[in-house]
């Protein structure tokens, strides 16, 4: 019953993270698939690689794959230069409770942790803190996704 529909040209759309496959009769193509910009990059500047934030949606801490790119660029210095050190501070606002916000900052900041320790970074060089909502730079509604952010701080070890 599937091979008629085939014949006719029935095309499957499967969406996997940033590449889609499309089944066009029998063969199996791979189609360039899009990167959404992050839209909550709206505080800090362009190109400083020891100071950023990245941002995450409401009860996600799964790292966005622009954000990969920074983060392994921070790697990598961090494996060239073993008297630096990265400060991982981690918030949160899903608007529920101090506990929740707590647990999910604390996620945020482990996926980050485990991002670095993969990528060779020695643990005595990581510095992982989370604060929950405690340390909201802005307290409005409007301005949730902003407070959903781990903060990367680089600084040469004292």
Do not use: W
């Not at 996600?60 to 990265?86: C, G, H, P, W, Y």
């Amino acid at each position: 019953m599937l091979q008629p529909m085939l014949n006719k040209g029935l095309r499957l759309l499967l969406l996997t993270y940033t590449v889609q496959y499309c089944i066009f009769t029998e063969s199996l193509v791979a189609q360039e698939g899009y990167v959404f910009e992050n839209p909550y990059k709206k505080t800090e500047t362009a190109n400083d690689d020891k100071n950023f934030s990245l941002y995450f949606p409401k009860l996600s801490s799964k790292i966005s794959k622009s954000d990969l790119v920074r983060l392994q660029t921070a790697a990598d210095f961090l494996n060239q230069n073993r008297n630096f050190e990265i400060y991982i501070h981690a918030h949160a606002n899903e608007g529920k409770s101090n506990k929740e916000d707590l647990t999910i900052s604390e996620k945020r900041s482990l996926e980050v942790e485990r991002f670095f320790l993969i990528h060779f970074v020695e643990p005595n060089q990581i510095r992982r803190l989370f604060y929950g909502n405690s340390k909201l730079q802005n307290k409005t509604k409007e301005h949730q996704a902003l407070n959903r952010r781990v903060e990367i701080k680089i600084q040469q070890i004292p």
